[in-house]
């Protein structure tokens, strides 16, 4: 359905189901992704190791990205959020059953391969419906309905513990259920923009800070999920208080994404990009100080939580504003695909310096990318003109 034919409520209603969709999804992924890092710690296992398995999920919507805009012409929207949300599912179920490593790093790249169809679903559903005047803070919404699934699954996981079967099943029913709103989506679904062949290359070229944006971010949100709890545990934490330190960062995220967004509509989203990098750095900074401070440790990961995530979310709402609905879901394919090379080698980084240098190496690495980003934003900032 072409959302020209959206009334108002029709168009709430759409938003409502790809968000509770997004919602579903959230938890799961923001429950597996410390509980197989806290199993495999538990195993004995090297912290290289376990950011190298982290960066399966990003990997795989790596390898799959350019082929999806195919595959979503062949099957449709509808059919490919299901045949995504299933596969996903499954690959969950299937942990406990195949424990060893190389079976953990199949199945964690078969379920990112398939969780990337409703990734790049909803993001384009998202942008195609937003508008200039709302489109930081329905942005903005998504994020804070995706970082409370993220909150709430480490949550689980710190309730239920990593033994046994229970966590596994409770990840892969939040997947599944993801569906239901979905199926009763029907027309509500807009149609996918066709996808231009060899445009990602020329996406990424027009848009460089966006892209740098979706890099950084993808570095800095990976690294911090897969070894939040970790640092945490190198600093003396229980594992009950480790895994509640991720909740607080991705609170932040719950909590701030739509005042971020807000802002970005009623000013500039580039000045608002500038001011979330900045503090980001600054947080990777107060961290080491803070992490024995006692209750300053709170605010300062809920801050730090939501300018973090607010990178890529800003990124989203660059690439609506300067491409038209027919070339979104080429822009954003490239988008989610660089954040994904971000999302390999931020585990990948953190995990070898910990190993390296103790707990600091991974606000090492996330301070560098936050840097990096800084110096990006002062030499390529300056925005292209909007697509026709």
């Not at 739509?258 to 990777?284: F, N």
């Not at 990124?315 to 490239?334: E, M, S, Y």
Request: with cysteine; net charge positive; proline share 6%.
């Amino acid at each position: 359905m072409t959302t020209e034919a959206f009334t108002p409520a029709r168009r709430r209603l759409s938003l409502l189901a790809v968000n509770l969709c997004v919602l579903g999804v959230g938890i799961g992924i923001g429950a597996l992704v410390p509980l197989m890092a806290l199993r495999m710690a538990g195993q004995g296992i090297d912290a290289a190791v376990i950011g190298l398995n982290a960066a399966m999920f990003p990997l795989a919507v790596l390898v799959i990205g350019p082929v999806l805009p195919r595959l979503l012409a062949r099957l449709g929207s509808l059919r490919s959020l299901y045949l995504g949300l299933s596969v996903t599912a499954l690959s969950v179920l299937l942990l406990p059953v195949l424990p060893g490593l190389a079976a953990w790093f199949c199945l964690r790249f078969l379920g990112g391969a398939a969780a990337s169809i409703q990734w790049v679903i909803s993001e384009t559903w998202l942008n195609i419906i937003a508008t200039d005047r709302d489109r930081g803070r329905i942005m903005g919404l998504y994020a804070s309905v995706l970082a409370a699934g993220f909150a709430i699954g480490p949550l689980i996981i710190g309730a239920v513990g990593v033994a046994g079967w229970l966590p596994f099943l409770l990840v892969a029913l939040a997947i599944a259920l993801a569906a239901v709103p979905i199926a009763f989506a029907g027309d509500l679904v807009p149609d996918m923009p066709a996808h231009a062949p060899g445009a990602l290359g020329a996406v990424i070229r027009f848009q460089p800070l966006v892209m740098a944006c979706g890099l950084g971010g993808g570095l800095m949100d990976f690294a911090l999920f897969a070894f939040l709890p970790i640092y945490g545990l190198g600093h003396g934490l229980s594992q009950e208080s480790a895994v509640l330190i991720l909740s607080l960062f991705i609170g932040g995220n719950v909590l701030l994404q739509i005042p971020i967004g807000w802002i970005a509509d009623h000013t500039s989203r580039r000045a608002t990009l500038l001011a979330v990098i900045l503090v980001t750095l600054l947080g990777a900074v107060l961290l080491p100080l803070a992490i024995d401070a006692g209750w300053w440790l709170y605010p300062l990961l809920v801050i730090w939580g939501g300018t973090t995530f607010a990178v890529y979310t800003l990124a989203l709402g660059l690439l609506g504003d300067r491409f038209p609905p027919a070339q979104l879901a080429a822009a954003n394919v490239a988008l989610v695909m660089v954040y994904q090379v971000g999302s390999v080698i931020g585990p990948t980084l953190s995990g070898t310096a910990i190993d390296l240098t103790g707990p600091e190496g991974l606000v090492v690495v996330v301070g560098v990318a936050a840097v990096a980003l800084l110096i990006a934003f002062l030499r390529i900032g300056k925005p292209a003109p909007r697509r026709h």
